[in-house]
């Protein structure tokens, strides 16, 4: 097929609404599928390929960006990238702790928050269920 049958594709796909999943506990609806950041948004070097996939993945409707701090510097590229393109307010935030003890978990979200330039998470997880009593618990009495 020739160009012109690719580009039709993706005009069809894109004027599909994306689907969406409500939150049960606010009943936000957010995209069922989002960004993921391990690898490609570790890097040091130039960050126009990964400032061109935030661009477009907001443009076309995109919002939910996943990262962690077991992912290098995926949480720090994702918020320069977010602030420079001011998108920030348009994402749906999520990311982990994964370190043992409260005081450390702590920390480690704080963090978080600073490297993604926000005040607030959208959703914080607990990575691969380490020390997950301690973090649930301090989740529970937190505004993370």
Do not use: C
Not at 40 to 46: E, I, K, L, P, V
Not at 83 to 95: G, N, S
Not at 97 to 122: H, N, P
Request: no cysteine; proline share 3%; aromatic share 6%.
């Amino acid at each position: 097929m020739g160009s012109s049958g690719r580009g039709t594709r993706a005009a069809a796909s894109a004027a599909q609404p994306l689907v969406t999943r409500a939150i049960p506990s606010s009943g936000e609806t957010i995209p069922a599928v989002g960004l993921g950041t391990w690898q490609t948004f570790d890097t040091r070097g130039g960050l126009d390929a990964q400032r061109e996939v935030l661009r477009r993945f907001v443009a076309h409707g995109g919002r939910v960006v996943d990262a962690s701090p077991m992912y290098g510097r995926a949480e720090a590229v994702v918020g320069e990238l977010a602030a420079e393109l001011q998108v920030a307010d348009k994402l749906f935030l999520a990311t982990k702790v994964w370190t043992s003890g409260r005081d450390a978990g702590v920390a480690q979200m704080e963090e978080s928050l600073r490297r993604l330039r926000t005040k607030k998470l959208d959703l914080m997880q607990v990575h691969n269920l380490v020390d997950w009593r301690a973090h649930l618990a301090t989740l529970r009495a937190s505004s993370f």
